[in-house]
């Protein structure tokens, strides 16, 4: 039998959970190595490829002008320029490529998410991968994750992010943002403009856009965040893409959001070997 060695503890200091508590998001920079992250940038342009093939036999809609397409249970969405075949997000995504599903389980995001939900043993919320497209992708308006999910999940306190990115962010190619302390708050009320899509965006009166913060990160990084964190995006103005995967977690033995599976995560050492 092969000896068995304990995990480096990946776990946060007290000083980082304080960061987090306080200000409602914490970066762990450069934890994942550029071999790590080279099958991640490939892992992404695959399962863009395969999710953009797969939508030929789902369902297309339309939300204020912005196409999606529900494939199962998975949604993809396309960039918004009228008639784009450029994916800008696929939620899940883990089911289209083994080395996110392997990264669910990494030790790296396993170990800090068991403090964060506050439960030894978790399982996967949702997971979604976001592709900026250098000068094509688009924004993300000023939201909280929680109002997405309050009426499908009953412990929504419960369900911490973190995205991983794959290539360096910058303000450049539309990093993503947050405004630091808004998750004290809880669920905030979104906008009333008439649209479709407009309750699932932060009103602007209920948070102060002052407060933003820029996540620059270089590629590899971690981002972790609270559920009721207000953030967003801006477009990717550079000839750099920003790709990046965000998993949410739970406490286990609870479905997943879209696909109504329980798929409870493990602690693995690492998830691109």
Same mark, same amino acid.
């Given at each position: 039998?092969?000896?068995?060695?304990?995990?480096?503890?990946?776990?946060?200091?007290?000083?980082?959970?304080?960061?987090?508590?306080?200000?409602?998001?914490?970066?762990?920079?450069?934890?994942?190595?550029?071999?790590?992250?080279?099958?991640?940038?490939?892992?992404?342009?695959?399962?863009?490829?395969?999710?953009?093939?797969?939508?030929?036999?789902?369902?297309?809609?339309?939300?204020?002008?912005?196409?999606?397409?529900?494939?199962?249970?998975?949604?993809?969405?396309?960039?918004?320029?009228?008639?784009?075949?450029?994916?800008?997000?696929?939620?899940? /995504?883990?089911?289209? #490529? $083994? *080395?996110?599903? @392997?990264?669910?389980? !990494?030790?790296?995001? +396993?170990?800090?998410?068991?403090?964060?939900?506050?439960?030894?043993?978790?399982?996967?919320?949702?997971?979604?991968?976001?592709?900026?497209?250098?000068?094509?992708?688009?924004?993300?308006?000023?939201?909280?994750?929680?109002?997405?999910?309050?009426?499908?999940?009953?412990?929504?306190?419960?369900?911490?992010?973190?995205?991983?990115?794959?290539?360096?962010?910058?303000?450049?190619?539309?990093?993503?943002?947050?405004?630091?302390?808004?998750?004290?708050?809880?669920?905030?009320?979104?906008?009333?403009?008439?649209?479709?899509?407009?309750?699932?965006?932060?009103?602007?009166?209920?948070?102060?856009?002052?407060?933003? /913060?820029?996540?620059? #990160? $270089? *590629?590899?990084? @971690?981002?972790?965040? !609270?559920?009721?964190? +207000?953030?967003?995006?801006?477009?990717?103005?550079?000839?750099?893409?920003?790709?990046?995967?965000?998993?949410?977690?739970?406490?286990?033995?609870?479905?997943?959001?879209?696909?109504?599976?329980?798929?409870?995560?493990?602690?693995?050492?690492?998830?691109?070997?």
């Amino acid at each position: 039998m092969a000896a068995r060695y304990p995990l480096p503890d990946f776990s946060l200091s007290t000083q980082e959970l304080e960061a987090y508590r306080r200000d409602g998001y914490l970066i762990r920079a450069g934890i994942f190595a550029p071999e790590e992250v080279a099958v991640f940038q490939q892992a992404s342009e695959q399962a863009a490829a395969r999710a953009q093939a797969a939508c030929a036999d789902g369902t297309t809609y339309h939300l204020d002008g912005k196409r999606f397409v529900d494939v199962k249970h998975m949604t993809v969405q396309f960039e918004h320029q009228p008639g784009s075949e450029l994916v800008r997000v696929i939620e899940p /995504v883990h089911e289209l #490529a $083994p *080395a996110f599903d @392997a990264l669910i389980d !990494d030790a790296r995001l +396993v170990a800090p998410m068991r403090q964060l939900v506050g439960a030894e043993a978790l399982a996967l919320w949702t997971d979604k991968l976001n592709l900026k497209q250098p000068r094509q992708g688009s924004a993300f308006g000023w939201h909280q994750d929680s109002p997405y999910w309050v009426h499908d999940c009953a412990h929504v306190d419960l369900l911490p992010n973190v995205m991983v990115t794959f290539d360096d962010a910058s303000v450049a190619n539309g990093c993503f943002r947050v405004i630091r302390g808004s998750h004290r708050q809880g669920c905030l009320p979104g906008t009333v403009d008439g649209s479709q899509l407009g309750g699932f965006y932060t009103d602007p009166a209920a948070f102060e856009e002052a407060d933003q /913060v820029p996540m620059e #990160a $270089p *590629a590899g990084s @971690a981002i972790f965040f !609270d559920p009721h964190t +207000v953030h967003g995006s801006e477009p990717n103005l550079s000839d750099a893409p920003r790709r990046a995967i965000v998993i949410t977690y739970q406490p286990a033995g609870f479905p997943a959001l879209k696909s109504g599976r329980v798929r409870n995560v493990s602690m693995a050492p690492g998830a691109a070997d």
